[in-house]
Structure formats: structure tokens, C-alpha cells
């Protein structure tokens, strides 16, 4: 049984720092498409930042420049460390894993963002 679970959220000021981590049980983290995705109140879910079993990273634009994802695979956990947060930057935010680009996958739980203006 595969199970995804996130750490690391909170409440931080307007330009600070968090990091938010995904540990993966059930599946190795580093042979699925691991992804950080988001979502606002009122908002549809989003896609934040990507990691390919390849290495290959992807963002959304509004992100680029201040969120990083990475992997460890000895800790077969992805984390997201995310640098000059933004008001708009709140949200739920969930891990995913899956195998191919078209499957749905397995989420995680998510974990609260916030930050103030």
C-alpha cells in the first residue's frame, strides 16, 4: 500500500522560508514522477514542481526562481524548499506519486501554508 506523507507547513511572514518534505512508503520515490501541486481556497488545484525519475525538474511560473524540488533517494523522500514566499503562495499542498505522466497516482494528506502580508 502506497502512502505519501507531507511535513513541514506552517504560518511564516511574508518572505520567509519553509520546507516541506514527502516521505514515500510502499513505492520508491525515485522510479515515479514525484510532484508538489497546491491549492487555494476558492482555486483549483495546481501544479507547483516536478521531479522526473530522470532527475528532470519542472515549476509553474509563478514560483520559478524561489521554489526548489529535490529528492532523496536514500531517505526515498522529495522535498520542496520554498524561498520568498508570497501571500499568494497559501494553500493546501499535496506530494503525488505516480508512475506515468497520465495516471492519477497517490497523494498524500497535504499540509497548510500560510503567509502573511
Known amino acids: 500500500q502506497v502512502q505519501l506523507v507531507e511535513s513541514g507547513g506552517g504560518l511564516v511572514q511574508a518572505g520567509g522560508s519553509l520546507r516541506l518534505s514527502c516521505a514515500g512508503s510502499?513505492?520508491?520515490?525515485?522510479?515515479?514522477?514525484m510532484g508538489w501541486y497546491r491549492r487555494a481556497p476558492g482555486k483549483q488545484r495546481e501544479l507547483v514542481a516536478g521531479?522526473?525519475?530522470?532527475?528532470?525538474?519542472n515549476y509553474a511560473d509563478s514560483v520559478k526562481g524561489r521554489f526548489t524540488i529535490s529528492r532523496d533517494n536514500a531517505k526515498n523522500t522529495v522535498d520542496l524548499q520554498m524561498n520568498s514566499l508570497k501571500p499568494e503562495d497559501t494553500a493546501v499542498y499535496y506530494c503525488?506519486?505516480?508512475?506515468?505522466?497520465?495516471?492519477?497516482?497517490?497523494w498524500g494528506q497535504g499540509t497548510q501554508v500560510s503567509v502573511s502580508s
Open positions: 503525488n506519486a505516480r508512475r506515468q505522466s497520465w495516471l492519477n497516482g497517490n
Open positions: 510502499g513505492t520508491i520515490v525515485s522510479i515515479n514522477i
Open positions: 521531479i522526473t525519475p530522470s532527475g528532470s525538474t
